[in-house]
Structures are given as C-alpha cells and as structure tokens.
C-alpha cells in the first residue's frame, strides 16, 4: 500500500463507498501491488482496465511502486486489507506482487556464482531464493486464508509477470532513475553472456508462476502474462510499455468478463 496519509485514506474510501451506494450493479473491486498497477510514466494496468470498463467498477485502488508481496500481505498489510474485505465484501481482489520480491540487489544473495557448464536451474539453486520462495508462498496462503474468513465469494485475480529482458534499461521520470534491477547484478555474479542472462530470468519468472499456480482454483485466478508481452513492449527492464501495459489490461479485462459475466 502506498504511503498516504490517513485523511487521504479516507477520502479515498469515501468516494468508493459512494460508487458502491451510487452503482449498486457495479463490480466491487479492491486492488493492491506494485508498479505494473501503479507505473506513474504512462497509463498501468490498472489506469487501462479501468478505461476499458468504461470506469463502471467500484474501485478501491491501494497500490504503490516498488511494493513487494511480502510487504503487502505483512501482519500489518493483512489486517487492513482484512478490514476492508469485511466491511465491503468485493467481488474480486486484484493483486499484482511477487516481482519486486525477487529482482534487484538481492539478486546477489539468490544467483548462485557462475559455474561450467552454465545451467539456469543451478544458478538459482541457492537457499536464499528457496526461502524468499516460502516466505512468498506463505504470504499468499495468509492472504487466502484471510479472504475465505472474511469475504468468501471474493476472487483473487492476480498474475504471473512476464519474460523480462536484463536489458540495463532504467526507468526515468520526472529527472529521476530507477534501476536497473536484473543486469548489473547477474553481471556481477559472473554471467556476462545476454543468452545465459536472460535465461536465468526467464527460469525465474518460470519458477514465479509455478508458486503462484499452486493455489489457482475457482476463487484465485492467474492471468498468465508471458505470451502476451512481445520483446519489443519492454520500456525497461522490468515495466513494458504502455501497449504492452495496454495488452495485459485486455487480457485482464477478458478474464474479469468471463469470472463476472454482466459485471464487466
């Protein structure tokens, strides 16, 4: 969640209570995350799903760049959100996290040194990845756990990234930088080499998706982002563009429709 101010807060939730007053039959949605719902450079996922359902959802928006899944569904993020699930019972809780969890510095702790023959899956054979791993799996058990309390017919939807480019392409905005998040730090574990390079992160995304498939069933769905982001919708390393932006939001949107039909 990002940091906001308490008076902030509630002027936020007062305008969604009165959509959910107002537009009885809309949707009632609830979203948290990182930057691909909350990307400030250009319009996000979720800037574009709401355009797309021509803004005739209730939308609670949360989200906040650089948040990490850990650090939303921590004891205190869990609570809140608890909170608010109770008192607004949504029909769907949109979540996109994981990604910070498993990219930038830390990279130095979960790729192992580079050894021959290279191999992707032994690269990332180290304890550091297993355990953030079962920190990340517990966080999502918590928050199902939370959900079938408080707010059983509520859907998690959320997704699985895509097939990132260690590219060393930073983000800028406003005369500021950010990242790069993939490249420097493989570079410095010794894999220099653009193939091996991207197949580690590739072999990352795909273990990513593999954790978040485990709980996939009628009430927590996965979009699967990895065929619809082409190598050429990367604004950087870790942020498509805004078509690409505006392609997983259609993907989104398509899911959400077929969850809610004559919701969306």
Same mark, same amino acid.
């Given at each position: 969640m990002p940091e906001i101010s308490w008076t902030?807060?509630?002027?936020?939730?007062?305008?969604? &209570?009165?959509?959910?007053?107002? &537009?009885?039959?809309?949707?009632?949605?609830?979203c948290d995350g990182d930057s691909w719902f909350a990307y400030p450079i250009y319009a996000n996922i979720i800037d574009q799903l709401d355009e797309m359902a021509q803004h *005739?959802?209730?939308l609670l928006r949360l989200e906040g760049s650089g948040d990490e899944l850990i650090g939303i569904l921590d004891t205190g993020g869990l609570a809140s959100l608890k909170k608010l699930m109770k008192r607004y019972t949504p029909d769907v809780f949109l979540l996109?996290?994981?990604?910070?969890?498993?990219?930038?510095?830390?990279?130095?702790?979960?790729?192992?040194?580079?050894?021959?023959? &290279?191999?992707?899956?032994?690269?990332l054979d180290t304890a550091?990845?297993?355990?953030?791993?079962?920190?990340?799996?517990?966080?999502?058990?918590?928050?199902?756990?939370?959900?079938?309390?408080?707010?059983? *017919?509520? *859907?998690?939807v959320t997704h699985g990234y895509a097939r990132a480019i260690p590219s060393g392409k930073k983000a800028h905005y406003l005369g500021f930088t950010s990242g790069p998040w993939l490249?420097?730090?493989?570079?410095? *574990?010794?894999?220099?080499?653009?193939?091996?390079?991207?197949?580690?992160?590739?072999?990352?995304?795909?273990?990513?998706?593999?954790?978040?498939?485990? &709980?996939?069933?009628?009430?927590?769905v996965k979009v699967d982002f990895r065929h619809v982001i082409s190598d050429d919708e990367w604004g950087n390393e870790i942020h498509p563009t805004r078509h690409g932006?505006?392609?997983?939001?259609?993907?989104?949107?398509?899911?959400?429709?077929?969850?809610?039909?004559?919701?969306?």
């Open positions: 902030q807060m509630r002027h936020l939730e007062q305008f969604f &209570f009165h959509s959910i007053h107002d &537009f009885p039959n809309y949707p009632i949605v609830l *005739r959802m209730s996109s996290a994981g990604g910070n969890d498993i990219v930038g510095p830390e990279l130095l702790t979960f790729v192992a040194e580079r050894t021959s023959p &290279f191999n992707a899956a032994a690269a550091a990845l297993a355990a953030r791993f079962d920190a990340m799996k517990n966080a999502y058990e918590r928050l199902i756990a939370a959900r079938d309390e408080v707010a059983p *017919r509520c *859907r998690i490249k420097p730090f493989l570079e410095a *574990r010794n894999y220099t080499d653009p193939i091996e390079q991207r197949a580690i992160v590739d072999e990352l995304m795909s273990r990513f998706n593999t954790l978040v498939d485990q &709980f996939v069933g009628p009430r927590f932006f505006e392609d997983c939001a259609r993907e989104l949107h398509a899911k959400l429709k077929e969850l809610l039909p004559g919701k969306f």
